[in-house]
């Protein structure tokens, strides 16, 4: 079987698209590559979905951890310390076994307990108090003659909000974002070990990478496949938010410009 | 545990809870909390200590000791760490296997990878088959400590080499103006100062270690989360003194909330030795410490 065929067959097969039965013997590289590339599809679907969304809702618990109200205040330290403050697994766990338990409630649950929503529902959380933590950081440190020139000039309210708070808020937050971002793709990959069931054996690059390995009983092919696969993303993530920055840095002279230095801060969640 | 547990069947409420809170395998569940915490205990120094060859390494001016020493501190940058966790477990078996194997069976012909096995001779095998099952257990979770202490030594070397530059260059200077030898200025000089910039850096790491710490789950080491899984599920009637329903919900949600609380305690503790670090520093920490005194 050419390798072209083996793409044919399986390059959707995470989607379940293609060939049902997963190969059993004899894997090929191509097979381990072109297998283990298509649950990446899950892995970008992951972190796309809950990084878009949860860009949203950082910024409202953001703006709620800072604001003057005790019980916006509250409600934001809480959700940032609930989902800081405990371990992505089990916040996986808990989710899955609490969407079982809702299911049997009533069956309008029952797509919570499939990965595609459940577990997108939990990274979108957690990414939310992550990345609200990073613009509440940034929002803190906006320079105060920035607001003073807000006030002097008259402009209040959201427009102001619009005009001067957002726009630094976001250019002093984005390299931590861009960390915040690489580590959530990073996390995509615990979805399908946290009790979340892969279902007809649809799932991500790592579990097709942990068969593999499982398989052949040999580590060495499969993970760095997948280590170069990931690798790529991350790659692509740093290029993509490296424009966003350059463009909200646009403005400024170039030895003001932060420029996006990838340091792993909060990697394990 | 206590007397009226002699019958499950007969007693109700709180009686009941307390029995079964206490029952053998609970008490287990207890014991693994245990776990944990050793390896927490076991894993920060080791991974610090890896960390620290790590960071010296990239310092290095000998070329393949600096591509070592900086090859270790980026891999964790673009690899999620749960794929060394999955890799190593296994890669340092066959690694620790196939080394025996050499030194003990030299007249082994036969290939070591066959097909889909991995074949070593019997007495090279970790641990031997007629071995008792702690020793099982206790290679399980040295496995464990190694591969955790990897991972999170290769964050620590990125820490302490961040650290080992921010401390002053004049410092360096004046230690080769006196006549230091290289080795002696890093031992005298950069080493004692460089803790208080890597501090920060470190309690971060603590943070993560923590909740890092479920992942001996996926390590085949029965965790809080694998008692966890065992204890919530459905129990039946037929085969259980305490029948009760899926009740794996209440057990994570136990352990989220352990760990927040850890989490809550680190984070005081750790803002402690924070601020008695910084006292009299000459930082930004040190400096508003002095004016909200005087």
Redesign the interface.
Known sequence: MSCLETIADYGLRSLGLGERILPK?DFTLCQQFTLIGSGMLWNIYFGAVALIAGFFLSITVALGKASANPIARKASEWFI??FR???????F??AY??F??LKSVHPAFDPLTSAWLGATIVLFLNTSAYAGEIFYGALKSIPKGDMEAADAYGITGWKRFRRITYPTMLRLAWPAYTNEAIFLF??T??VF?SGFPAWQQRGDA?YY??YF?D??????VP?PI??FY??LL??FVITVFGAINRHLTRHLPPERRTRIR???????? | MFEYCADPQSIQGFQWLSCYLTNGKHLLFYQSFGVVLLLLAVTAPVALAFGFVGASAARSRFLPFSLFGKGYTSIVRGVPDIAFFLFFVIALDQVFEYLRHKAKCPDWELPIRQGNDFVVCDIAKLPLSNSPQWVHEVYGFTLAVLTFAIVFGAFAANVLYGAMRSVPRPQLETAEAYGFSSRQTFWRILVPQMWVYALPGLSNLWMILVKATPLLFLLGVEDIVYWARELGGTKNPRFSDYPHGDWRMYYFGALLVFYLLVTRVSEVVLDRLMSRLTLGQATAGGEAQRKALA
């Open positions: 013997t310390f609930l403050g405990s371990p992505l697994f089990i916040q766990f808990f076994f609490t079982l338990s990073h996390a990959a615990l070990f790592l990478a942990n390995a398989k052949t009983f040999n580590p060495f993970y997948l280590a990931f690798i991350t790659l990838f340091r792993p801060r909060q990697p394990v969640r």
